[in-house]
């Protein structure tokens, strides 16, 4: 069983730095109406960036094994929240940009169904809570 370690620590007033297993860190920090100083991250906005991370790592992954040309890969994603406590995800819209020469749209589309169905744990994961919808769009590189 794989395991990750993290360490939270506080910095001053409610900003925090967060501290992975592997050594990279990030600052999070709340709204100034809870307390904090709008120095940081949320820790919700990082659930999403974790999780747009998660799928982009796999649909590159994806399509350069399928020998694809990838040049450029965006995910926009958008999270709507419930409105009661415990304000969990309820819905997210992902949207990817995929840039490079020549590549299917099927080719594409099946990278994007395996990560959600099968590899992306995040997705998978935020699916518990969420409804989880995707588009993409594939940008032509110039020829050289």
């Known amino acids: 069983m794989a395991e990750n370690t993290a360490r939270v620590k506080l910095i001053e007033g409610i900003q925090m730095l967060g501290e992975s297993g592997s050594g990279h860190t990030v600052v999070m920090d709340a ?39 990838v040049d450029d890969c965006e995910v926009t994603l958008r999270g709507q929240r419930a409105a009661t406590e415990p304000m969990v995800y309820t819905a997210i819209q992902v949207h990817y940009t995929i840039t490079g020469r020549n590549i299917p749209a099927r080719a594409v589309e099946r990278a994007i169904q395996l990560s959600e169905e099968k ?17 993409h769009e594939i940008v032509e590189t110039p020829a050289p």
């Open 119 to 135: 590899y992306c744990s995040a997705s998978i994961m935020l699916g518990k809570t969420a409804t989880i919808t995707t588009s």
């Open 31 to 69: 709204a100034p109406e809870v307390g904090g100083r709008n120095m940081g991250l949320r820790p919700m906005e990082l659930l999403l960036i974790g999780m747009g991370g998660c799928t982009s790592i796999d649909v590159l992954n994806i399509l350069r094994k399928g020998r694809h040309q």
